[in-house]
T-cell receptor, first 107, second 118 residues
Framework: GQNIDQPTEMTATEGAIVQINCTYQ??????LFWYQQHAGEAPTFLSY????GLEEKGRFSSFLSRSKGYSYLLLKELQMKDSASYLC????????FGAGTTVTVRA | EAGVAQSPRYKIIEKRQSVAFWCNPI?????LYWYQQILGQGPKLLIQ????????DSQLPKDRFSAERLKGVDSTLKIQPAKLEDSAVYLC????????????????FGPGTRLTVL
């Protein structure tokens, strides 16, 4: 089976940095996705890590360690619009999602 | 480029009634997915099509759920009869192809249909 864990909630202040961790135990692995989902909206693609290491994309960065079954999403210079749920999903020829981490950004 | 389209956006029905959802994927995307997202949970894959063939329907409750993608483009998902526990958002997504690779693997989601079963 697939087991994907991420914290339920995180709160941070505008302008700060937040790191969302994701650990996984899955039968197969082709890569790991991060999606952002605002309340009542569809998930939108943020990043896809296939190899170990850090990938940076503007204010967002994503890290993967396949040997440790671990990834994180780093959000820098937080803005109010970053308040959303962040979903970690493992690609094993189909996507298995974690329950999501709700990030609340406070002024 | 137009995104994934879904309709209706909201639907309220009583238990034991039937309901159907429609999805039109991004043009040129061969693979189409239907997910169920219950409040507070991540999306759960119900069925995956590549063109008009089913790739994976292992988590589809086949006694009440059915889906088709007859011409390899748009798709419908049906529930008959609905139960209270079917209340959820039904998301449709599409990707370029099912062959592994970053561009092919990335799934793009539609706005979803929020189903409430009373």
């Amino acid at each position: 089976g697939q087991n994907i864990d991420q914290p339920t909630e995180m709160t941070a202040t505008e302008g700060a940095i937040v790191q969302i961790n994701c650990t996984y135990q899955t039968s197969g692995f082709n890569g790991l996705f991060w999606y952002q989902q605002h309340a009542g909206e569809a998930p939108t693609f943020l990043s896809y890590n296939v190899l170990d290491g850090l990938e940076e994309k503007g204010r967002f960065s994503s890290f993967l360690s396949r040997s440790k079954g671990y990834s994180y999403l780093l959000l820098k210079e937080l803005q109010m619009k970053d308040s959303a749920s962040y979903l970690c999903a493992v690609n094993d020829y189909k996507l298995s999602f974690g329950a999501g981490t709700t990030v609340t950004v406070r002024a | 480029e137009a995104g994934v389209a879904q309709s209706p956006r909201y639907k309220i029905i009583e238990k034991r009634q039937s309901v159907a959802f429609w999805c039109n994927p991004i043009s040129g995307h061969a693979t189409l997915y239907w997910y169920q997202q219950i409040l507070g949970q991540g999306p759960k894959l119900l069925i995956q099509f590549q063109n008009n063939g089913v790739v994976d329907d292992s988590q589809l409750p086949k006694d009440r759920f059915s889906a088709e993608r007859l011409k390899g483009v748009d798709s419908t998902l049906k529930i008959q009869p609905a139960k209270l526990e079917d209340s959820a958002v039904y998301l449709c997504a599409s990707s370029l192809d099912s062959n592994p690779g970053p561009e092919s693997d990335t799934q793009y989601f539609g706005p979803g249909t929020r189903l409430t079963v009373l």
